[in-house]
Every structure is written in C-alpha cells, then in structure tokens.
Nanobody, 121 residues
Framework: QVQLVESGGGLVQPGGSLRLSCAAS????????MGWFRQAPGKERELVAS????????NYADSVKGRFTISRDNAKSTLYLQTDSLKPEDTAVYYC??????????????WGQGTQVTVSS
C-alpha cells in the first residue's frame, strides 16, 4: 500500500523558510518521479514542483521559481521541498505526490494527507 507522509509545515513570517519532507513507503521510491502540490482555501490544487527519478530534471511553477527547491534522497525514500523567501500567498496545504512513471513531471496518481504552511506576520 502506497503511503506518503508529509511533515515540516508550520507558521512562518514573510521572508522566512521551511523545509518540507515526505516519507514514502509501499512502493519502489527510486523508480517513480515525485512532486509537490499545494491548495489554498477556495483555490484549485496546483503543481508546485516535480522531479524525475535521478533528480536529473525538475520543474517548477512560475510562482515559486527561484524560491523553492525540490530534491530527493532515494536511499531514504524521502522527498523534500525547501521553501525560501516565503510570501503570504504561499499559504496553503502542501501535498506530496507519487508520479505516474519514472520521468513524467506532470502526471501523478497518489497524494499524501498534506502539511499546512502558513505565512503571516
């Protein structure tokens, strides 16, 4: 059974940073692309960042380029999202997602329960 468990969210001031983690189990983590989504209240869920199996390719939403960095540790079956220079509009529930295949950066089939990120002074 695929399990994705996010952690690392919290309350942070504008300009601050958080490192989100996603512990994966129940599948061969090193064989699937992974991604991070977010959903703010009243808005649709959006793809924030994604990464292929060997970290050779990454993709970012325009709204987070230059501020967020996605990475993975295949030995630990863990996905990360380093979020820097946070803005109030980054406030959302952040979800880890398992890719549909090894190299697709836009197709996903399983999501975790999410971790709340709130950016406020």
């Amino acid at each position: 059974q695929v399990q994705l468990v996010e952690s690392g969210g919290g309350l942070v001031q504008p300009g601050g940073s958080l490192r989100l983690s996603c512990a994966a189990s129940g599948f061969s983590f090193n064989q699937y692309a992974m991604g991070w989504f977010r959903q703010a209240p009243g808005k649709e869920r959006e793809l924030v960042a994604s990464i292929t199996i060997t970290s050779g390719n990454t993709n970012y939403a325009d709204s987070v380029k230059g501020r967020f960095t996605i990475s993975r540790d295949n030995a630990k079956s863990t996905l990360y999202l380093q979020t820097d220079s946070l803005k109030p509009e980054d406030t959302a529930v952040y979800y880890c997602a398992k890719g549909w295949g090894s190299y697709s950066l836009t197709k996903f089939d399983t999501w975790g329960q999410g971790t709340q990120v709130t950016v406020s002074s």
